[in-house]
């Protein structure tokens, strides 16, 4: 049923652009592409078009990442970066902590040896 509804403009040029790709990849020539675009834009239904393309193969289909795993895998990346930031911070902290203890009781041993 679905076969017999009116196909709408954006239907139709979205059909004569799968068209040109199958053109640009040499699977019809320039006079099939041009008959088929004709066609195409004479459609008044969506089973006329898909007429249109059914000799051809199915485009692929381009490959993302889903949102969610998109926000989970950045959710991550920034825990992780940080959880690095915190353990160099503690480091620095650390270190100093020792530097400055050093320091002090260099400063209170020259101190006691002066006197």
Known sequence: MSDLLRASDA?????????????????????????????????RTVAELAGLTRDL??????????????????????????VSVGLLFGMVVGFSDAVYGATADMVARMGSGCR
Request: net charge positive.
């Open 57 to 82: 193969p199915a485009e692929a289909r381009t490959w993302r990442v889903p949102r969610r795993r998109t926000a989970a895998v950045l959710a991550l990346a920034l825990v992780s970066v940080l």
């Open 11 to 43: 239907e139709r040029h979205h059909v004569v652009a799968v068209l040109g790709r199958h053109a640009s990849a040499g699977r019809l020539t320039l006079e099939e592409f041009s008959e088929r675009a004709a066609a195409a834009y004479g459609a």
